[in-house]
């Protein structure tokens, strides 16, 4: 069983909308997280950090967690084509020696 | 301050043939890792280090091999190399838990041919 599931997508998404990602996440002691995003081609890119519950805002940019559900989303504002990529959600693990990642959601941003 | 760099971008091996693929990263950090990354899929952990003369296997470590002699770098080899082989190989780098995530390398493509 994977540690952190993403849905796979393709999530199509119009231009100027909302884009709302999700993750789950297994391992209780789970204490931080972040969203990568990687478009195609290249490495992944660190977007947003969040250690503790509730919302953390940068930019067009908002992640959500939830420790109780065991939780974390992503929400892109004002989508844009530039923001067609894969998003890769990824927590430390409770041994805090490396990050386990979930399988990425493509997102699709239709102008 | 250049962060994760790894050398090469690009290479083509034969079957049975042998390369290092460098990382090196100048941010001080003990945390360093090997990922490789099949077409259209996750990223596969091979090896991580959490400090200089520490190595550890991730998922997939068969076929490969690592060592970490400093703290800068973490060089990742491969012996008798095969067609299963061919990927987009990533290095990271992190201070670790607390102190953010992963600052990744710009990747080397390998083919085996």
């Known amino acids: 069983q994977k540690e952190v599931e993403q849905n796979s997508g393709p999530l199509s998404v119009p231009e100027g909308a909302i884009a709302s990602l999700n993750c789950t996440y297994s391992?209780?002691?789970?204490?931080?997280f972040f969203w990568y995003r990687q478009y195609s081609g290249k490495s992944p890119e660190l977007i947003m950090s969040?250690?503790?519950?509730g919302d953390k805002e940068d930019g067009r940019f908002t992640a959500q967690l939830n420790k109780a559900s065991q939780y974390v989303s992503l929400l892109i504002r004002d989508s844009q084509p530039s923001d067609s990529a894969t998003y890769l959600c990824?927590?430390?693990?409770?041994?805090?020696?490396?990050?386990?990642f979930g399988g990425g959601t493509r997102v699709l941003v239709k102008p | 301050n250049a962060g994760v760099t790894q050398t090469p971008k690009f290479r083509i091996l034969k079957i049975g043939q042998s390369m290092t693929l460098q990382c090196a990263q100048d941010m001080n950090h003990n945390y360093m890792y090997w990922y490789r990354q099949d077409p259209g899929m996750g990223l596969k952990l091979i090896y991580y280090s959490v400090g200089a003369g520490i190595t550890d296997k991730g998922e997939v470590p068969n076929g490969y091999n690592v060592s970490r002699s400093t703290t800068e770098d973490f060089p990742l080899r491969l012996e008798l190399a095969a067609p299963s082989q061919t990927s987009v190989y990533f290095c990271?780098?992190?201070?670790?838990?607390?102190?953010?995530?992963?600052?990744f390398g710009s990747g080397t493509r390998l083919t085996v041919v």
């Open positions: 391992d209780r002691g789970s204490q931080s």
């Open positions: 990271a780098s992190s201070q670790g838990q607390g102190a953010g995530g992963y600052t």
């Open positions: 990824a927590g430390w693990g409770a041994a805090g020696n490396k990050l386990t």
């Open positions: 969040i250690y503790s519950n």
